[in-house]
């Protein structure tokens, strides 16, 4: 069965880091875009970055935009999101997903075949 677990999350002051991990089991982890979504409460669900299955291309909403890196490691089965100069904003539940190459959009959460159980970010302030 397909198994997207990420770890990393936690509390952190405001100005700190994180880096975020999604460990992928069960499908063939270079088929696939990857993409990290947040959600906090009272909000929708929101694209925070994406990349796709070789790496090669990554996009970031523009709020986390030099501050956040998305990344991959093909060979660890692994997603990560670096995730730097923490703003009480950026308090969420950090989601990793799994989209197909072949569908759907990078930017949608709809457009994602597998997620995660989340993580959670806590930026005090």
């Known amino acids: 069965q397909v198994q997207l677990v990420e770890s990393g999350g936690g509390l952190v002051q405001a100005g700190g880091s994180l880096r975020l991990s999604c460990a992928a089991s069960g499908l063939t982890f270079s088929n696939y875009n990857m993409g990290w979504f947040r959600q906090a409460p009272g909000k929708d669900r929101e694209f925070v970055a994406a990349?796709?299955?070789?790496?090669?291309?990554?996009y970031n909403r523009d709020s986390v935009k030099g501050r956040f890196t998305i990344s991959r490691d093909n060979a660890k089965n692994t997603v990560y999101l670096q995730m730097n100069s923490l703003e009480s904003e950026d308090t969420a539940v950090y989601y990793c997903a799994a989209r197909g190459r072949t569908g759907g959009t990078y930017f949608v959460a709809g457009g994602y075949d597998y997620w995660g159980q989340g993580t959670q970010v806590t930026v005090s302030s």
């Open positions: 990349i796709s299955w070789s790496g090669s291309i990554t």
